[in-house]
């Protein structure tokens, strides 16, 4: 007559499971990849400075087009001739018609200045070039020239002067500088918090015009157990 099967003990119970989930937990490595690591500290400033850097790569470039065109112009032109509207529209300049944010308008108003300055453009023809470009916006000038009288010269310096107090007024820069002081992580995913700082850092540009008040004005906004994590990580990578 055979014995019957001795009864798992409460240890024996405990090593099987433990080896099952062992085993479980391995087969389901090899199955997904590993997550990323968590990003710390320095992964966010360098971000951000990558970002910035390739900015500075795209001026360079830019600047670069317009010196090589400036160069061509002073060969092909000859002094007493002025600058057409062609060798303005050689430097590719973009359309005005509206900016959903009043930095949008003053990029495109420095953009704008640099490629009239490229070209040679003497104040009459910034100010006739500019407003060609306005399209669908040009009522707008039309409408502050028919106020005028008809012999009126606007100079370069008028006209920056008024597309600013209508597409970068002062009131909405001071809105997006004070949105940008209570700027706060809170329950955003990081990347979103990163790009929402880098655009409204630019309203306040004297709040981060260094790194070290970049970086402390940024972990600063930080959700309390993100940056706790950070310090963390932070202390961890120091090493004992």
């Known amino acids: 007559m055979s014995g ?40 966010f400033l360098q971000y951000m400075q990558m970002m910035e850097e390739r900015q500075r790569i795209t001026m ?7 010196h090589d065109l400036l160069q061509q112009n002073k060969v092909e032109r000859p002094e007493n001739q002025g600058v057409t ?4 529209q050689n430097t590719k300049p973009i359309s005005f018609a509206y900016a959903p944010e009043p930095m949008d308008a003053e990029d495109w108003l420095m953009d704008t200045e640099r490629k009239l300055n490229t070209v040679g453009c003497n104040d009459l023809e910034k100010v006739r070039y500019a407003t060609h470009l306005c399209g669908p916006a040009a009522s ?14 606007f100079t ?6 008024k597309f600013r107090e209508s597409n970068v007024p002062e009131s909405i820069v001071e809105l997006k500088r004070r949105e940008f002081e209570s700027l706060e992580q809170k329950d955003k995913a990081i990347l979103t918090y990163v790009r929402e700082f880098s655009g409204l850092s630019r309203y306040a540009v004297e709040e981060v015009n ?6 402390k004005r940024f972990m600063r906004g930080l959700n309390p157990q993100f940056k706790v994590q950070l ?7 120091d090493g004992p």
């Open 210 to 215: 260094t790194e070290d008040k970049k970086k």
């Open 85 to 88: 509207l062609s060798d303005f």
């Open 231 to 237: 310090r963390i990580l932070a202390k961890s990578g």
């Open 4 to 43: 019957a099967p001795s009864e798992e003990s409460e240890e024996q119970r405990l090593e099987r499971e433990a080896r099952q989930k062992a085993e479980a937990d391995e087969a389901a490595r090899n199955q997904f990849p590993p997550p990323p690591p968590p990003m710390t500290q320095q992964n």
């Open 60 to 66: 360079e470039q830019q600047n670069k087009f317009f």
């Open 140 to 153: 707008w000038w039309d409408n502050i020239v028919a106020v005028y009288p008809a012999d009126k010269v």
């Open 156 to 161: 370069w310096d008028e006209f920056k002067r």
